[in-house]
């Protein structure tokens, strides 16, 4: 299993609740020794495509690749007061990201693979108001594309979904959110053990229950 973001927050919780149920289990950080112990760490900052390929090429196989790494964006972020510049940041790291890291993995993942993306409640098309929009745009678009992207890995049997991971008390959840990372963790590996074709390209909470785009 590789999971992007392993130093803290979600990606975290997930990488030390595979380890306890025996996944070996890769990540990546930006800083060396981020990850808890027993993960094989990759060093890369997610928005350099170069490197994330780079790692694709020195990578054993992969059977399930947890796109999480992400950030919520400038301060910045009303469609009337935008920093243009933080809300293509955060596309490269929301967006662009998976999608690349997803290419440099597929090579090493195996045919019956998945591919989990962390998307966010925030990117719900029904919800109509412009609050964190760079962050909303950010989520929406990387459903999209994974909803694409699971259609062109139908073929090999790579099931591909989105996770909603409800609010997490983490860095960027802050500490009123609902949800417990370790719970979150929880749910989001039953998902990564269990995703299969028929699930495919969609977009489920941490539960296992679907959910509109
Ligand atoms: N918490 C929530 O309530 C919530 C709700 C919905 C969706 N999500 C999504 O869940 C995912 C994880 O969120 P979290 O709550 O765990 O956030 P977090 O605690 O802020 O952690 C963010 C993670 O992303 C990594 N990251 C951020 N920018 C990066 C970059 N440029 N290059 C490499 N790594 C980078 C961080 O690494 P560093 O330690 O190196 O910064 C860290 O591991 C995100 O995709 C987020 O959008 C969270």
Redesign the pocket.
Known sequence: MLI??????????IAIEALSRGWQVSG????NG?APQGVTEHL?????RDRLRAIGTKLGPVDVLI??????GPERQATLDMDFDGFADTF???TL?PLAMAQAVLPKMPDGGRILT?????AWMGYAKSDRIA?RAS?AAVNKIMQGLATDVRARQIAVALI???????????PD?K?N?TQVAHGILEIASTLDMAQTGQFVRWTGEGREF
């Open positions: 992007t973001g392993a130093g803290r927050g979600i990606g975290r919780a990546t950080v930006r800083q981020d890369v900052d997610m928005r350099d796109n999480n790494a992400g950030v919520i490269l790291i929301n990201a962390i998307s966010s409640q925030m962050y989520k909603d991971p409800g609010w997490v008390r983490t860095d960027m959840g802050g959110a949800e990372a």
